[in-house]
């Protein structure tokens, strides 16, 4: 019973460039969390989906960012023209439901150059 | 604001000791608190989730305890094991309890030595 799957996990990219990170819930899972650990720093909520729907996207920033929960395939958590703030590590957690107990993947640690 | 503060920063112990982590909070309306443990480079791993009427939950040889009232919350670690080693991590859910909504603490970095 696999558990969330994310990749790939550790991505560099230069200045100006795309970073894609995908995120595969784990089985039996419709709801799919983003969040952004910075080092020394908690873990940022950034965007909350369910299959083919952003639910909140509260904490993500309004510019360059953007996710997706496709009907079929990973989330995705796409990043824009990448600057070296963005460098960080990005974890996705999946639930069964909105208040249930939440099951983090292994992260996908950006580095910008 | 929510907030959610951990004491100490960090900690170091000898294996086989006893250890306890604080927790307290701002988070309003309270739902849930949960603990999780994340090794380094690793994501975190749910260790217990408390509601609002419950005062003890203990998972192995970890105990968290709550006071709703005093809004803290504490871990306890019971004859530490080196794999012990790790950040835990005090979350805190606000509102309705929804997974959107919780607040994360910045962590209490334990280290377990022989």
């Known amino acids: 019973n696999a558990g969330v799957m994310q990749n790939p996990r550790h991505l560099v990219r230069r200045r100006g460039q795309e970073a894609r990170l995908r995120c595969s819930p784990m089985k039996g899972h419709s709801h799919v969390y983003w969040y952004r650990q910075l080092p020394e720093e908690g873990l940022k909520f950034m965007v909350y989906l369910q299959k083919e729907n952003i639910i909140d996207e509260s904490g993500m920033p309004k510019e360059r960012f953007s996710a997706e929960f496709p009907k079929e395939g990973p989330s995705i958590l796409r990043i824009q023209q990448v600057v070296r703030g963005d460098s960080a590590a990005y974890f996705c957690?999946?639930?069964?439901?909105?208040?249930?107990?939440?099951?983090f993947g292994e992260g996908s640690r950006l580095t910008v150059l | 604001k929510n907030q959610v503060e951990q004491s100490p920063q960090s900690l170091i112990i000898l294996e086989g000791k006893n250890c306890t982590l604080q927790c307290n909070y701002t988070v309003s309306p309270f739902s849930n608190l949960r603990w999780y443990k994340q090794d380094t480079g690793r994501g975190p791993v749910s260790l217990t989730i408390?509601?609002?009427?419950?005062n003890t939950k203990s998972n192995g040889r970890y105990t968290a305890t709550l006071d709703a009232d005093t809004k803290q919350s504490s871990l306890h670690i019971t004859a530490s094991q080196l794999s012990d080693s790790a950040s835990y991590i005090c979350?805190?859910?606000?509102?309705?309890?929804?997974?959107?909504?919780?607040?994360f603490g910045t962590g209490t970095r334990l280290q377990v030595t022989l």
């Open positions: 408390m509601t609002f009427s419950e």
């Open positions: 979350v805190v859910s606000a509102g309705t309890g929804t997974a959107s909504k919780l607040t």
């Open positions: 957690a999946s639930s069964r439901l909105n208040t249930g107990e939440l099951f």
